[in-house]
């Protein structure tokens, strides 16, 4: 069956690190894989989507990279903020046709201290 | 939240009780969304809709219904509500096949 795993243990980093978020999925050949934030008590907000035949994507801060071979991306944020912190969830989406049916993994918590 | 808004934002109800989420949206995205989030399992697709009338189902959708007469409003309805149908639910939607815009979602307990 398709699983996608990520760090179900929270992350921990001082603010200014890099944090590195990974996921993971088996069973699975996404055309797209795509990345969110979700704060506490809110819904989840989109913030890169990266394709099959792209190996890397960037937006400000963020970095993500996708390796098919490996079946792992992995979620980069450069200079960490204490506003960062929140969890981060990977959703890929086989690109079927009519709509885009994500699946997403469990997420993976970051917090960012001083 | 780009213009999507969900009622109830909460609700409690009891075991057998039908019960009806709402989700509305402003932005005349055609595709809309219904996932639950609980602990241990991340967002599951219930269903889903590709315009006024046509709806398919997700991976979890035994026990749900959705409609929608409108483009701006998609419905889900638990016909009879059991326990494990406590979650929190969450309504998304989108233009294409891309990025999706979630709401704020339903917190709904089944006593």
């Known amino acids: 069956s398709q699983k996608i795993e990520q760090n179900s243990e929270a992350l921990n980093i001082q603010e200014g690190k890099t944090a590195t978020l990974t996921c993971n999925y088996t069973?699975?050949?996404?055309?797209?894989l795509q990345w969110y934030r979700q704060d506490p008590g809110r819904g989840p907000v989109f913030l890169l989507l990266?394709?099959?035949?792209?190996k890397e994507k960037r937006k400000e801060r963020l970095k993500v990279t996708f390796d098919t071979t490996l079946k792992q991306s992995l979620f980069h944020i450069t200079a960490s903020q204490p506003a960062d912190s929140a969890t981060y969830l990977c959703?890929?989406?086989?690109?079927?046709?009519?709509?885009?049916?994500?699946?997403f993994g469990t997420g993976t918590r970051l917090q960012v201290t001083l | 939240d780009a213009g999507i808004t969900q009622s109830p934002r909460h609700k409690v109800t009891e075991t057998g009780t039908p019960v009806t989420l709402r989700c509305h949206q402003t932005?005349?995205?055609?595709?809309m969304y219904w996932y639950r989030q609980d602990p241990g399992h991340g967002l599951r697709l219930i269903h889903y809709?590709?315009?006024?009338?046509?709806?398919d189902k997700g991976e979890v959708s035994d026990g749900y219904s959705v409609s929608r007469s409108k483009t701006e409003d998609f419905l889900l309805t638990l016909e009879s509500a059991t326990s494990s149908q406590t979650s929190v639910y969450f309504c998304?939607?989108?233009?294409?096949?891309?990025?999706?815009?979630f709401g704020p979602g339903t917190r709904l307990t089944v006593t």
């Open positions: 959703a890929l989406d086989p690109n079927t046709g009519t709509a885009s049916k994500l699946t």
């Open positions: 069973n699975y050949s996404p055309a797209y």
């Open positions: 990266i394709r099959e035949n792209e």
């Open positions: 932005e005349n995205h055609r595709y």
């Open positions: 809709s590709y315009g006024v009338k046509d709806t």
């Open positions: 998304a939607t989108t233009q294409g096949s891309y990025e999706q815009y």
